[in-house]
T-cell receptor, first 114, second 113 residues
Framework: NAGVTQTPKFQVLKTGQSMTLQCAQD?????MSWYRQDPGMGLRLIHY???????DQGEVPNGYNVSRSTTEDFPLRLLSAAPSQTSVYFC?????????????FGPGTRLTVL | EDKVVQSPLSLVVHEGDTVTLNCSYE??????LLWYKQEKKAPTFLFML????IEKKSGRLSSILDKKELFSILNITATQTGDSAVYLC?????????????FGTGTLLAVQP
């Protein structure tokens, strides 16, 4: 099992550009989520999904879109990047609808917006 | 609003010391509390706690939950330099129809030789 994979590992964007951060898991987990991590801020939940076709907002959803067309994939889209979105992004997945299981994390994507 | 508060924010100790890290949370629809260790990469899972008073233990690390006082502690005995990391506490709570895992800001532990 590859676990949770994320691409790219690093990305530099200019303000206003769009891009998609990819996340995939091969553990057949129902629950997937996206976090951003900034210095001194811990992990903040952006969006999450409890299954294909179902997504919901987390703590900091503005500026980000998600969709979940398959169990395996949960891409995060930045429609118009801003310097405030410079951060490290982690994707995670867990078994079940969430609440009683550990989340497994991907290796992260370091995004810089100039 | 779900909130998880960790203390201290940072801590410097010497090898061999025992440390206690704290995590308090709001009670809203509590389901479970998790501890993670993060070195310069993705967080790795340590413990999940669901019941009060039952200690979870793994080597020199242990953790316990108090659901009455709404807090958890993570203990590390005989610290080693390899324990240097950010320790994250997170609570599964009810986000309405579905559940969210909300993290605290973490405790940065530095263990000096």
């Amino acid at each position: 099992n590859a676990g949770v994979t994320q691409t790219p590992k690093f990305q530099v964007l200019k303000t206003g550009q769009s891009m998609t951060l990819q996340c995939a898991q091969d553990m057949n987990h129902e629950y997937m989520s996206w976090y951003r991590q900034d210095p001194g801020m811990g992990l903040r939940l952006i969006h999450y999904s409890v299954g294909a076709g179902i997504t919901d907002q987390g703590e900091v959803p503005n500026g980000y879109n998600v969709s979940r067309s398959t169990t395996e994939d949960f891409p995060l889209r930045l429609l118009s990047a801003a310097p405030s979105q410079t951060s490290v992004y982690f994707c995670a997945s867990s078994h079940g609808a969430g609440g009683m299981n550990e989340q497994f994390f991907g290796p992260g994507t370091r995004l810089t917006v100039l | 609003e779900d909130k998880v508060v960790q203390s201290p924010l940072s801590l410097v100790v010497h090898e061999g010391d025992t440390v206690t890290l704290n995590c308090s949370y709001e009670v809203t629809n509590f389901r479970s509390l998790l501890w993670y260790k993060q070195e310069k990469k993705a967080p790795t899972f340590l413990f999940m706690l669901t019941s009060s008073g039952i200690e979870k233990k793994s080597g020199r690390l242990s953790s316990i939950l108090d659901k009455k006082e709404l807090f958890s502690i993570l203990n590390i005995t005989a610290t080693q330099t390899g324990d240097s990391a950010v320790y994250l506490c997170a609570k599964w709570g009810n986000g309405g129809a579905t559940n969210k895992l909300i993290f605290g800001t973490g405790t940065l532990l530095a263990v000096q030789p």
